[in-house]
């Protein structure tokens, strides 16, 4: 009986000491990042590209998001990946429905920007990764355009 009264008692003293511990969030926004996608797919806006809205998410540090996409052979694409000021360098890779990477962004540049032409109709995978960025992690944007 003792033994369970100070196992309960070390159950619960963890607990309290983990409820008190300050959880370490992003400090910027995904406003932020809404906000810096704008500013690099105006350049393609200006070639011809035509955006609809963003998706939006969160990744932590050195981690990623994956989004799923259908794609339409023949079509000229365009993805812009940025993160918040919390976001250093965001590198973006597309993936066909095999696995096999058929396209990447990999600057060292607060934003991802791909353009590609699918060979075939299909599912596609966008993967977003927070390469460098403060330990918190960091809210990112994706949007994808075409013409």
């Known amino acids: 009986m003792r033994s369970r009264t100070v196992a309960a008692a070390a159950v619960l003293g963890a ?26 797919a105006n350049v393609l806006v200006n070639n011809g590209y035509y955006f609809n809205s963003a998706a939006v998410g969160f990744i932590g540090y ?11 052979q023949g079509v000229k694409y365009a993805f812009v990946a940025s993160g918040c000021n919390d976001a250093y360098d965001i ?16 600057t060292r540049d607060k934003a991802g920007v ?31 355009g075409n013409k």
């Open 15 to 40: 607990t309290l000491f983990l409820t008190l511990l300050p959880i370490q969030q992003a400090h910027a926004t995904t406003y932020e990042a809404r906000r810096a996608i704008r500013n690099s």
């Open 62 to 72: 050195r981690t990623y998001g994956l989004r799923r996409l259908t794609l339409y």
């Open 91 to 106: 590198d973006l890779v597309i993936y066909d429905d095999s696995g096999q990477r058929v396209a990447y962004d990999t």
């Open 114 to 144: 791909i353009t590609m032409v699918p060979t075939y109709t299909g599912t596609y995978l966008a993967q977003i990764i927070l390469s460098d960025g403060t330990p918190d992690g960091a809210h990112y944007a994706l949007t994808v």
